[in-house]
């Protein structure tokens, strides 16, 4: 089978084989659960999303993430769609009730079903539930701390997907726009859906752009000289993205940026609708750093870029880096900074 096909067995026969264990994680807001389970007796994890309404809405050809837009108030328009209703209650002027909703797994799925197997222990800590805490990371730090994780992270075949996408025609049928010059290979970049997007409905539109060049792992390793690179990339985004959905979405609805600390450490944005709010953590301060920001911010940084910079970012206690010394660092910055300890809380009640 070639790489770009998606192989549609496989998948529903892994789906089938599913072993449920537990919740790792469940929004109500972002309609998204995450389960473990095993697969032929490994980890697995199955991340469901319910699908947003459509109505007059844009919806991509499924057979295609770019071009074939058709818009349309279908059979399957929010409002068309009911197909049985249950009221649950009224007073005065209000009612409310559940419904049923005509579905169609082309025009109109229920969930979008993602699936990663084998699941490393990386990914299960990722999804699963967890307090977060906000750090400092100084440049030492990152030295010390951040940049040996970092090292092994690259070498431990975590980034396949990433030169799967790249060298091996992974994703392929998806790519949305390639710039390539081979007289500056390190300029060259990839935009394709994001696996978070169902690929239809542009009110969730998320791409990543991935970068050709591998010497950039994060944010940190942006200097100055990188400056205009960002610029023509992000200029080519923002030229070429709405163009290709019919300009049904403006260069000005993009929210472009870049997450620290990423997932994968090799160096790629995000592309987002700017009216997608369902995103988590995923565009939140602490998180997500505007492409325009990032910009600007190197105007005022030294030789080193972001490599001289604190960063301050929000961090999960299953994350290694917690494990293996934010925690510590963080003890120690509280301390550092007059703010004392919480008090200890005795349960009496009992
Ligand atoms: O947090 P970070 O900046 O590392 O985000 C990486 C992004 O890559 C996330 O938004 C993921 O949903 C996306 N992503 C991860 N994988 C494994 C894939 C993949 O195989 N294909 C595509 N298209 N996107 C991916």
Redesign the pocket.
């Known amino acids: 089978m070639a790489d770009t096909e998606v192989d549609t067995v496989q998948f529903n026969s892994l789906i089938d084989e599913f072993r449920f264990t537990r919740v790792l994680s469940s929004n109500p807001q972002t309609k998204l659960i995450s389960l473990l389970g095993t697969i032929q007796g490994k980890d697995a994890i199955v991340t469901l999303e319910k699908t947003h309404f459509q109505f007059d809405t844009v919806v991509a050809n499924p057979e295609s993430s770019t071009m074939s837009l058709h818009q349309c108030e279908s059979e399957f328009s929010c409002m068309n769609s009911i197909e049985k209703m249950k009221p649950i209650a009224n007073n005065d002027i209000y009612f409310w009730g559940m419904s049923v909703m005509k579905q169609d797994l082309e025009l109109n799925p229920t969930a979008k079903i993602n699936l990663?197997w084998p699941a490393t222990k990386v990914h299960v800590e990722k999804f699963d539930k967890q307090l977060f805490h906000i750090v400092r990371e100084t440049p030492e730090v990152y030295k010390r701390i951040v940049k040996p994780y970092i090292d092994e992270m690259v070498n431990n075949g975590r980034l396949k997907?990433?030169n799967?996408?790249l060298h091996s025609g992974?994703?392929s049928d998806?790519v949305v726009y390639k710039y390539f010059d081979e007289k500056s290979p390190d300029d060259g970049f990839v935009v394709?859906?994001?696996?978070?997007w169902d690929g239809c409905n542009l009110d969730a539109l998320?791409l990543?752009a991935i970068v050709h060049r591998t010497d950039i792992k994060s944010l940190r390793d942006l200097r100055p000289e990188h400056q205009q690179w960002l610029i023509d990339m992000k200029n080519k985004i923002k030229s070429v993205i709405p163009s290709c959905y019919n300009y049904l979405i403006s260069a000005d609805q993009l929210r472009i940026f870049?997450?620290y600390?990423?997932?994968?450490?090799h160096f790629?944005i995000?592309i987002v609708n700017v009216r997608h709010a369902g995103l988590g953590d995923?565009i939140a301060v602490g998180?997500a750093n505007l492409i325009e920001d990032v910009i600007e911010n190197l105007n005022y940084m030294g030789p080193e870029g972001y490599m001289n910079r604190t960063m301050t970012y929000v961090i999960g206690e299953n994350h290694a880096l917690w494990k293996n010394g934010l925690q510590a660092e963080l003890e120690q910055q509280l301390k550092e900074d007059g703010i004392p300890e919480p008090p200890v809380i005795i349960n009496d009640f009992a």
Not at 192 to 196: E, F, G, I, N, R
Not at 261 to 265: D, G, R, T
């Open positions: 990663i997907w990433v799967n996408i992974a994703e998806r394709l859906p994001d696996m978070k998320y990543v870049i997450h600390q990423p997932s994968y450490y790629h995000h995923g998180k």
